[in-house]
């Protein structure tokens, strides 16, 4: 009888019968597969990973391991791989600049982007990515003004040029020749986009929103998942109160993931004027993760989607941020003041622009402001007040166009003087606004004759036909005051005492014209006015005697008598 096997030779015999498992780089790959299509892209990684390990010559296996790195948003480790696949085991695997030019893209490193995606073209211009490839290229070119290799290239070296010229243009408000240099570069360039997106916001600034719809379109026409064109009539759409057509492109918006810094800005700005506030603020922040901490205008941008979002604490500490940053600047300082405020008192703050200015109507108080005290300030040449200004001319009520008109004659450039030479041939406007704008442009140094639309017919208007007291007709109560006057002067002041009195008044009235008094009553004027020309002539009157002649109060007198023999201010025109 045999005896029992000990425990030492059972394990020997059970270690005999096993069949060895042979797992290679494809079992790795077949996992690494099987793990990618259930998304499960961590053991993924760590498959591909494997499978590089065991076949280290294979550039299959590397590939697989960079596109997974580079989902995974480890962009420069995927790089690594896809340099050492080109230097050390397969140089002819030219997709691996395709594949390098995305991840520099989405690190923000548009130059190296731009390198390799040339580089692919030219050594695969036919290749699986190659239309993928041109896309992109035109993309990097079009958008952020292209790189070294861009700059070798003459002609589209030119075309960079403008975009830039454009842009300089449209920050500096100069948006009629922004219009004029787009048109011709649209005609230059009829399949690039940039240009049409760029003339549909130029029209849109100077209140041409039919305009800007078009070109917009025409832009979707050609390329229907273009950013920029999609945003653009996004927020023109809100302008009208457009709502259903605001509310499809809105929800094509919401599904967006951009690949480019640009474009995500673009979006995220958009996103946050359309009050989509939550979308903004994951954007900005993802910007600010690729861009610059010291970009103010980014930053600025996160804490007013903090701020709309209620998020005051955050708000305040990126606020804080933007001033030690900015410190001559009174953006911050003014939100800063707001935030504070609205924690103090435990409530919300008030809408906040994703603009990096203070808001456009406290700008526009301190723009009046400095216009009364004869100080023309930065709002000059500020963009959001020029075209806010534009957009008011046309689309303000009648009190709004009268005060667009008159500061347009403390503005008095090129600009101003075309939009009103276009206002003044419009049916639609009424006479006295027409009028105000003819004399603006005579006061600001324009040239005749204009073309007119007044009295429901057009007319060709020549500067030495046009009367030379125009500026009295333009409101009923100044030349009622002059009236007033003559009536009253003593007959044996003669013919001079009446030129005086003329001189004086349309003097004054050129002096304040931009923001002219509110006169209420028309004795007080005239008074002042009555006493400033006897004063002239030498003739002893007290303002007493002259505001009871009048009928006014004598401190009535000597209040607009110093207002109209205050001399012209610096800037001011006499």
Request: charged share 25%; net charge negative.
């Amino acid at each position: 009888m045999d005896k029992p096997k000990s425990q030492e030779e059972k394990l020997r015999t059970h270690h005999n019968n096993v069949i060895p498992f042979q797992v290679d780089a494809a079992f790795f790959f077949e996992r690494a597969v099987h793990y990618l299509d259930r998304h499960d892209l961590k053991n993924a990684l760590k498959n591909f990973r494997k499978a590089a390990e065991l076949e280290p010559d294979n550039p299959v296996n590397h590939c697989n391991l960079a596109g997974v790195l580079s989902e995974l948003g480890e962009f420069e480790e995927s790089n690594l791989i896809l340099q050492k696949i080109l230097k050390e085991i397969d140089p002819d695997q030219v997709e691996c600049h395709f594949y390098m030019a995305n991840n520099c893209a989405n690190l923000g490193d548009y130059e190296h982007a731009e390198e390799h995606v040339t580089r692919y073209l030219e050594l695969d211009p036919r290749g699986e990515f190659a239309e993928d490839a041109e896309e992109m290229l035109q993309i990097l070119v079009q958008e952020f003004g292209g790189g070294k290799v861009f700059q070798e290239r003459k002609q589209q070296d030119d075309n960079s040029g403008g975009h830039d010229t454009a842009r300089k243009l449209l920050e500096e408000g100069k948006f009629l020749e922004a219009s004029a240099f787009l048109e011709k570069a649209v005609e230059q360039q009829p399949d690039s986009t940039a240009p049409r997106n760029n003339l549909s916001l130029a029209y849109y600034y100077q209140g041409d929103i039919d305009k800007a719809i078009e070109i917009a379109t025409e832009v979707l026409e050609r390329d229907p998942s273009n950013v920029h064109a999609l945003c653009n009539l996004a927020v023109f759409h809100q302008h009208l109160g457009n709502g259903p057509q605001l509310q499809e492109i809105l929800e094509g918006l919401r599904k967006l993931y951009p690949l480019y810094f640009d474009h995500t800005y673009k979006l995220a700005t958009t996103m946050g004027i359309l009050g989509e506030h939550s979308t903004a603020y994951r954007l900005f922040r993802q910007l600010l993760r690729w861009g610059d901490r010291t970009d103010t205008a980014l930053l600025h941008c996160v804490a007013a989607s903090a701020a709309n979002l209620g998020f005051l604490e955050k708000a305040k500490k990126v606020w804080a941020e933007i001033q030690t940053l900015d410190p001559d600047s009174e953006t911050p300082v003014y939100y800063l003041n707001k935030v504070n405020e609205a924690i103090a008192r435990g409530g919300k703050i008030d809408p906040v622009s994703y603009q990096y200015h203070i808001p456009f109507q406290e700008q526009f108080r301190i723009m009046k402001e400095q216009i009364q005290t004869g100080q023309l300030g930065t709002w000059r040449n500020d963009p959001l007040i020029r075209s806010s200004l534009f957009w008011a001319l046309k689309h303000g009520d009648l009190e709004t166009k009268v005060q667009v008109i008159q500061t347009f004659a403390l503005l008095a450039d090129k600009e101003v003087e075309h939009v009103l030479r276009e206002f003044i041939k419009n049916p639609e406007e009424i006479d006295q606004l027409k009028r105000l704008a003819i004399y603006v442009l005579r006061h600001i140094g324009a040239e005749g004759p204009f073309q007119a639309h007044l009295d429901k017919e057009e007319v060709l208007l020549r500067v030495q036909s046009l009367p030379q007291d125009d500026l009295l007709t333009l409101q009923p109560e100044w030349q009622e005051v002059l009236d007033r006057v003559f009536s009253a002067l003593d007959p044996a002041h003669g013919e001079a005492a009446r030129h005086i009195a003329h001189d004086l008044w349309t003097g004054y009235l050129n002096r304040v014209f931009h923001a002219p008094p509110r006169i209420v009553k028309i004795a007080n004027w005239a008074a002042a006015l009555e006493y400033a020309v006897l004063r002239k002539l030498g003739v002893k009157a007290t303002q007493a005697e002259v505001a009871a002649k009048h009928g006014v109060a004598p401190g009535a007198v000597s209040k607009i008598y110093r207002l109209l023999m205050q001399p012209a201010k610096s800037g001011e025109d006499v």
